[in-house]
């Protein structure tokens, strides 16, 4: 897996899951972001990985410098 693209907004631009997601799949989702034509999916990470994968991601996030741009990590 990779990131292909970083989007930045707002919390009030995050619109509620939509009312076809319902149950189980509900909890892995935060809501919808509308970007131009297209809605991005928001993920609950913790809920999405595993503690192992969660770990790894916390231990990265501190050894990267703030405000280093995802195109740089690459």
């Not at 989007?7 to 619109?15: H, N, S, T």
């Not at 928001?42 to 595993?50: D, I, K």
Request: aromatic letters at 2%.
């Amino acid at each position: 897996d990779e990131v292909s693209e970083v989007v930045r907004a707002a919390r009030d631009q995050v619109l509620p899951p939509p009312p076809l997601v319902r149950g189980v799949d509900a909890s892995y989702l935060i809501g919808v972001l509308p970007v131009g034509e297209r809605m991005i999916m928001l993920l609950h990470p913790e809920r999405v990985l595993t503690e192992a994968e969660a770990s790894e991601l916390r231990r990265l996030s501190t050894e990267v410098p703030a405000g280093t741009a995802a195109r740089e990590l690459a």
